[in-house]
T-cell receptor, first 110, second 115 residues
Framework: GENVEQHPSTLSVQEGDSAVIKCTYS??????FPWYKQELGKRPQLIID?????GEKKDQRIAVTLNKTAKHFSLHITETQPEDSAVYFC?????????FGQGTELSVKP | KAGVTQTPRYLIKTRGQQVTLSCSPI?????VSWYQQTPGQGLQFLFE???????NKGNFPGRFSGRQFSNSRSEMNVSTLELGDSALYLC??????????????FGPGTRLTVL
């Protein structure tokens, strides 16, 4: 069935540390994997995405890795800052729709 | 370009009533998807419209319906409201080509409360 699992559900780190969020998907035909950040009371905002023709993509402090064989992908945030605190959602396209993970609430303590 | 807009931003209804929500995509975007966001279920796909046709549908009952107009604006309707329909309803628009690997841009959402 259509399923994206995301772990952990909550993550607390000290400012300056790294944060890693992992997702697995079920449909081997999925070829697009975006990550969204949602601050309290705001809309989800795309922070990075990866398509299946690459294994890694980086944008400043944020990177995403994709392992198509294992059907999992991960978000890496380095040198975390308090403004990184938010809920992060992974997603995978399956059957023409975006299926989202349950979200990870990241808290960065100063 | 202006972003995705949704109206109204907040709605309070009672059980049994119906509600219509509106979404205006980014200018030039032709695909609009709708999602329901709740604390327990996360973001769940409702349906997607492209060129006035429903192209994909999620696993929601028939009380949830939608449509898209020739200018790409979309509406969703929920009939016979239930308490469990209380949620943030988000729409997202996708670029001109609207392929499955295109970025989706979200609107601010409509917060629906059913009493």
């Amino acid at each position: 069935g259509e399923n994206v699992e995301q772990h952990p559900s909550t993550l607390s780190v000290q400012e300056g540390d790294s944060a890693v969020i992992k997702c697995t998907y079920s449909d081997s035909a999925s070829n697009y994997f975006p990550w969204y950040k949602q601050e309290l009371g705001k809309r989800p905002q795309l922070i990075i995405d990866i398509r299946s023709n690459v294994g890694e993509k980086k944008d400043q402090r944020i990177a995403v890795t994709l392992n198509k064989t294992a059907k999992h992908f991960s978000l890496h945030i380095t040198e975390t800052q308090p403004e990184d605190s938010a809920v992060y959602f992974c997603a995978a396209n399956q059957g023409g729709k975006l299926i989202f993970g349950q979200g990870t609430e990241l808290s960065v303590k100063p | 370009k202006a972003g995705v807009t949704q109206t109204p931003r907040y709605l309070i209804k009672t059980r049994g009533q119906q509600v219509t929500l509106s979404c205006s995509p980014i200018s030039g975007h032709r695909s609009v998807s709708w999602y329901q966001q709740t604390p327990g279920q996360g973001l769940q796909f409702l349906f997607e419209y492209f060129s006035e046709t429903q192209r994909n549908k999620g696993n929601f009952p028939g009380r949830f319906s939608g449509r898209q107009f020739s200018n790409s604006r979309s509406e969703m309707n929920v009939s016979t409201l239930e308490l469990g329909d209380s949620a943030l309803y988000l729409c997202a628009s996708t670029s001109v080509l609207a392929s499955p690997t295109d970025t989706q841009y979200f609107g601010p959402g409509t917060r629906l409360t059913v009493l």
